[in-house]
């Protein structure tokens, strides 16, 4: 079913390019709704071209609307502020048409990660930034996927999250009758305990990661096994987060794992990967990776693998 790659395994679910036909309004009755897909505009419903200008200005302008049209969710990855700026002009586009029930699916919400200030200099980029523009466009509902802050739901109006028990769920079946689930931090139980108990795992060990204060780079981790704990040599070591960005905090779980001698298989479960450094370098410690494809339908990796609805 999945292809190998130098031993390892990146398995992800195809989550962001599911289309809705169809959705329940406010009397319970279907409406009739169309995709405008920003992403893959191939897949869209809703046919439109981009024009881009020499001085970096870019928009968009519809081709095509489809027959009926009741209601229209706006798709994007949102990976970054110029998925932003398409998203704006798709908005105004519809709204010069008159379509008034425009939502927006954005699985992954760029930002979460900034939701306070780190410096009084500075802004909380969620709440400052990228909070005040979606809530001007007034949709009528905001759809995303396991957000990496509660503050996007105080902050973004009308947010409604996807559960993520299909997805873990799902997980579970690729891994090991036989596993335990590795928390990168404490800051991360409450999202873990929920996770233990939609897989239905027990044991749960908290990792710690001490970081320079001056450089904030990690400088080492723990895995704290104590001399109780019966590690059984065949028990899959599942590491089990929301974002793998450049993938450090795991490979450094990874490497404090064997430091003290056990060789058991480490899996990666992650809601958002963006593997900014690529996945080459988690292979090199990860037995298998296991994410949605909420940020990228198409990974930069190009060895094939399959895409689990």
Same mark, same amino acid.
């Given at each position: 079913?999945?292809?190998?790659?130098?031993?390892?395994?990146?398995?992800?679910?195809?989550?962001?390019?599911?289309?809705?036909?169809?959705?329940?309004?406010?009397?319970?009755?279907?409406?009739?709704? =169309? &995709?405008? *897909? #920003?992403?893959? @505009?191939? +897949? %869209?419903?809703? !046919?439109?071209?981009?024009?881009?200008?020499?001085?970096?200005?870019?928009?968009? =302008? &519809?081709? *095509? #609307?489809?027959? @009926?049209? +009741? %209601?229209?969710? !706006?798709?994007?990855?949102?990976?970054?502020?110029?998925?932003?700026?398409?998203?704006?002009?798709?908005?105004?586009?519809?709204?010069?048409?008159?379509?008034?029930?425009?939502?927006?699916?954005?699985?992954?919400?760029?930002?979460?990660?900034?939701?306070?200030?780190?410096?009084?200099?500075?802004?909380?980029?969620?709440?400052?930034?990228?909070?005040?523009?979606?809530?001007?466009?007034?949709?009528?509902?905001?759809?995303?996927?396991?957000?990496?802050?509660?503050?996007?739901?105080?902050?973004?109006n009308n947010l409604f999250k996807l559960s993520t028990t299909p997805?873990?769920?799902?997980?579970?079946?690729?891994?090991?009758?036989?596993?335990?689930?590795?928390?990168?931090?404490?800051?991360?139980?409450?999202?873990?305990?929920?996770?233990?108990?939609?897989?239905?795992?027990?044991?749960?060990?908290?990792?710690?990661?001490?970081?320079?204060?001056?450089?904030?780079?990690?400088?080492?981790?723990?895995?704290?096994?104590?001399?109780?704990?019966?590690?059984?040599?065949?028990?899959?070591?599942?590491?089990?987060?929301?974002?793998?960005?450049?993938?450090?905090?795991?490979?450094?779980?990874?490497?404090?794992?064997?430091?003290?001698?056990?060789?058991?298989?480490?899996?990666?479960?992650?809601?958002?990967?963006?593997?900014?450094?690529?996945?080459?370098?988690?292979?090199?410690?990860?037995?298998?990776?296991?994410?949605?494809?909420?940020?990228?339908?198409?990974?930069?990796?190009?060895?094939?693998?399959?895409?689990?609805?």
């Amino acid at each position: 079913m999945h292809s190998m790659w130098k031993g390892n395994t990146l398995l992800k679910q195809k989550m962001f390019s599911k289309r809705m036909s169809c959705k329940l309004n406010e009397k319970n009755n279907y409406t009739m709704n =169309r &995709i405008f *897909d #920003l992403s893959s @505009p191939h +897949e %869209s419903e809703i !046919i439109y071209e981009i024009s881009k200008f020499p001085d970096g200005q870019r928009d968009i =302008r &519809i081709i *095509d #609307l489809p027959i @009926p049209i +009741e %209601s229209v969710t !706006i798709t994007s990855h949102f990976q970054s502020f110029a998925d932003l700026e398409f998203i704006i002009c798709a908005k105004k586009c519809l709204d010069g048409i008159g379509i008034k029930d425009v939502s927006l699916f954005i699985p992954y919400v760029l930002g979460a990660r900034s939701d306070r200030k780190f410096f009084r200099e500075g802004t909380s980029y969620l709440r400052d930034v990228i909070a005040p523009i979606i809530n001007s466009m007034k949709f009528e509902h905001v759809t995303c996927f396991d957000p990496h802050s509660d503050v996007c739901e105080a902050v973004i109006n009308n947010l409604f999250k996807l559960s993520t028990t299909p997805f873990y769920t799902w997980a579970k079946t690729l891994l090991s009758e036989n596993f335990a689930i590795l928390s990168p931090d404490a800051g991360a139980l409450k999202k873990i305990y929920d996770v233990a108990k939609i897989m239905d795992c027990e044991r749960i060990f908290v990792c710690s990661k001490h970081r320079n204060i001056k450089t904030g780079k990690i400088t080492h981790t723990e895995v704290p096994f104590k001399s109780g704990d019966e590690i059984d040599r065949d028990m899959e070591m599942v590491i089990i987060d929301d974002i793998c960005d450049g993938g450090r905090t795991f490979t450094e779980i990874v490497k404090a794992v064997r430091s003290q001698g056990f060789n058991n298989k480490v899996s990666l479960i992650v809601s958002h990967g963006i593997f900014s450094a690529g996945t080459e370098i988690l292979f090199q410690s990860l037995d298998k990776i296991i994410c949605t494809d909420s940020y990228n339908s198409t990974h930069q990796v190009t060895e094939k693998y399959n895409l689990f609805k």
